[in-house]
C-alpha cells in the first residue's frame, strides 16, 4: 500500500473516531486538542481529514492487483 493511502486512511480513522465522539458525547476531541472550531490549526486538522475522506474513495475502485 503507498504511503499516501496509509496515511489518507489513518487521517479518515481519527476523522471518524472524533465524529463518534461527538455523536455520543458531544464532544469534538480534535477542536479540544488544538484550540477550538476556529483555530486555524482546528481547521487544517479538518480539512486534510476530508481531503484524505476523498481520497480513500479511490480505494474503492482500485483492483486488488495494483496494490
Excluded: H, P
Amino acid at each position: 500500500m503507498k504511503i499516501v493511502d496509509r496515511v489518507s486512511l489513518l487521517l479518515t480513522i481519527i476523522g471518524a473516531l472524533n465524529w463518534g465522539s461527538i455523536g455520543l458525547f458531544k464532544f469534538d476531541i480534535v477542536a479540544w486538542i488544538f484550540g477550538g472550531t476556529d483555530s486555524m490549526l482546528s481547521r487544517i486538522i479538518f480539512t486534510l481529514v476530508g481531503l484524505a475522506g476523498l481520497w480513500c474513495i479511490t480505494l474503492l475502485f482500485r483492483s486488488r492487483e495494483n496494490n
